[in-house]
């Protein structure tokens, strides 16, 4: 791994509740300080933004969603035809929605995010 990602990584430890709330408001979806710091230091707004309004779109199906992002071993990538992918669960192993990228320059191999009551957030802000 590489020192980004290392760094990155440890970053995200450091968060356990949020006492700040940001905003998207083109979409009226909140998140977390710890959204906020991956947003920034990982470069991926465009992440948050998906997830948001995914999420979004499937709260009248769960109340509890699990976001998570995962880069595809090479092979897989051949075979698949794309590098990554974010699977959006309703937390028991129900998919309610995939969507692939066939592109990205995110840093991490895998990541998960919660969306719940609008607010997104990492694991340990819940």
């Not at 092979?75 to 698949?80: A, F, K, L, M, N």
Request: glycine letters at 6%; charged letters at 20%.
């Amino acid at each position: 791994m590489n020192t980004k990602v290392n760094t990155l990584e440890a970053g995200l430890q450091q968060f356990h509740g949020s006492m700040e709330c940001f905003k998207i408001p083109l979409i009226n979806t909140n998140y977390t300080e710890g959204i906020q710091y991956l947003a920034e230091h990982g470069q991926c707004h465009w992440l948050i933004t998906d997830a948001s309004i995914i999420g979004k779109q499937l709260m009248k199906k769960s109340y509890f969603i699990t976001i998570d992002f995962k880069r595809l071993s090479e092979e897989d990538q051949r075979r698949q035809g794309y590098e990554a992918h974010v699977i959006y669960s309703d937390g028991n192993d129900t998919i309610l929605e995939t969507q692939t990228y066939r592109v990205t320059d995110f840093p991490l191999q895998k990541l998960r995010l919660y969306f719940v009551d609008n607010m997104l957030m990492l694991p340990g802000e819940y």
